[in-house]
């Protein structure tokens, strides 16, 4: 393995925090590249992640491209590691159920042999809501792993388990991943 890292990230309040992420495994040493969903964009630009990571952030399925290049297989095949930090309850539902309709969703379709770690963020009700709880069972049977989100004064004002687990969690999961 190379220490390459995608880092997905989606369309929760908790995105400002992959720049965290981001800036942590670059300064450690991973080659990290970010893919933001459209909702992410809503909460980050992706210029704050290209400015951390060192290489282009990924957000449109249709961007044009090098005629030899498939971009979703491309970066689907050079990565060690996919880490959906923060990972919505719409994002989880449409991997669980084989749903591949943008750019992050299809890397993730396509991963291979790359792990796949991911990092619910959303609010206490979404979290425990039974259909979340079988994809997630679904997807960690099939070898998905999964970091779990933490009880926390949630930015909808509820408290509760659904906040993106502390980012030293989920920098030690990668570290641990790779070891």
Excluded: W
């Excluded at 981001?22 to 909460?43: D, P, Q, R, W």
């Amino acid at each position: 393995m190379n220490n390459n890292v995608l880092l997905g990230i989606t369309g929760s309040i908790a995105a400002y925090k992959a720049a965290d992420i981001a800036n942590i495994l670059t300064k450690s040493g991973y080659s990290v590249k970010a893919v933001m969903t459209k909702a992410a964009m809503e909460f980050i630009s992706p210029l704050t992640m290209q400015t951390l990571t060192k290489h282009k952030v990924y957000t449109d399925m249709f961007e044009p491209m090098a005629y030899e290049d498939v971009r979703h297989i491309s970066l689907a095949k050079e990565a060690d590691l996919i880490l959906i930090a923060p990972a919505t309850a719409n994002f989880i539902g449409k991997v669980a159920a084989g749903i591949a309709d943008d750019m992050l969703s299809t890397i993730v379709m396509a991963a291979g042999s790359a792990g796949v770690i991911i990092c619910p963020a959303m609010n206490t009700a979404m979290y425990e809501n039974p259909i979340l709880q079988a994809g997630i069972e679904k997807l960690e049977g099939l070898g998905y792993l999964f970091v779990e989100p933490k009880e926390s004064l949630l930015a909808c004002g509820d408290t509760g388990k659904g906040a993106l687990a502390d980012v030293n969690v989920i920098i030690n999961t990668v570290k641990a991943f790779f070891s």
